[in-house]
């Protein structure tokens, strides 16, 4: 294994050719890994799709001295985004919020707190952001318009690269394509097959995920022009995760008639 190197370049997807790397020359099978940015995309189809900004942007961090905030995975939906917090084993609580906003932060280093008191003024995740200690810098999502060209029968795409499902399922849907993957590479009886089969089975399974993912991302963008559709609910799952969906959608005053 050979770590901390850049094997596609934007001169391949400019020339269309992975060879510029010996490693890639020699391989029989490349598996393009490389994210939701992915260079190997573009080697593949020069006119695939590009990433475009979600709507919506993340922040997370770590909260000290809150007490008896609950266990388990909390997730709180709030007019325009969403929070979750859990309590780690050191005692501290772990947050991130997912904020909807129709324009990215113009520098996202400079989003901070003050952003999320606002959106997020109720217990207990007031609570947890009086007591944040540690602030990571927002972090941007992107969607991706459905790739055409995944392989070509040496080269695939896998994970983001290929079908960027989101935060939620993004991480499990590239681990489920490296474990498809190998087992397409082993019981098929040459690689152009494998890859061909592979794409098959996993076209299905993400196409539905990213539906879902769009849906999940249209529950954190309900803002005030957009009508709440749910009033509320609770989930709970069996332990030990267990996840307590809280709405916090107020409805809606009337216009006048
Ligand atoms: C805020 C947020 C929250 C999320 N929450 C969840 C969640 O709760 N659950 C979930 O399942 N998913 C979640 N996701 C989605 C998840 O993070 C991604 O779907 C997942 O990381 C995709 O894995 P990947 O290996 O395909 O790509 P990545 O994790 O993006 O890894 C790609 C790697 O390739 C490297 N690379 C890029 N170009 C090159 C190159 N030319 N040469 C060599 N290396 C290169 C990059 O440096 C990177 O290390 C979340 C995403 C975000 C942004």
Redesign the pocket.
């Known amino acids: 294994m050979r770590t901390g190197?850049?094997?596609?370049?934007t001169a391949d997807a400019r020339t269309g050719h992975l060879n510029g790397d010996p490693l890639i020359a020699g391989a029989d099978v490349v598996v393009g890994?490389?994210?939701?940015?992915?260079?190997?995309r573009k080697v593949l189809d020069p006119a695939s799709p590009e990433p475009a900004y979600a709507g919506i942007y993340?922040l997370?961090g770590v909260a000290r001295g809150v007490a008896a905030i609950g266990s388990g995975i909390n997730m709180i939906f709030a007019r325009r985004g969403a929070f979750i917090h859990l309590p780690a084993p050191d005692g501290t609580v772990w947050w991130?919020a997912?904020v909807a906003a129709a324009e990215p932060p113009a520098d996202v280093r400079a989003v901070g707190l003050g952003e999320l008191a606002g959106l997020f003024p109720e217990e207990p995740v007031t609570a947890v952001l009086r007591g944040a200690t540690e602030v990571g810098a927002a972090?941007l999502?992107h969607v991706l318009r459905p790739a055409e060209r995944r392989q070509d029968g040496r080269t695939v795409l896998?994970?983001?690269?290929a079908h960027?499902?989101?935060?939620?399922?993004?991480?499990?849907?590239?681990i489920e394509d490296a474990v498809a993957l190998a087992h397409a590479l082993t019981t098929a009886g040459d690689v152009p097959t494998a890859l061909a089969e592979f794409d098959r089975v996993r076209h299905d399974r993400t196409g539905r995920l990213v539906k879902v993912a769009a849906a999940n991302r249209d529950a954190k963008t309900a803002g005030p022009d957009r009508p709440p559709t749910r009033t509320g609910h609770a989930v709970l799952l069996r332990p030990p995760l267990r996840t307590h969906h809280r709405l916090a959608l107020r409805p809606h005053p009337r216009p006048p008639a």
Request: avoid cysteine; charged fraction near 10%.
């Open positions: 190197t850049s094997s596609v370049d890994a490389d994210g939701i940015w992915s260079a190997t993340a997370s991130a997912q972090t999502l896998v994970g983001d690269a960027p499902v989101g935060a939620g399922q993004g991480a499990s849907m590239a």
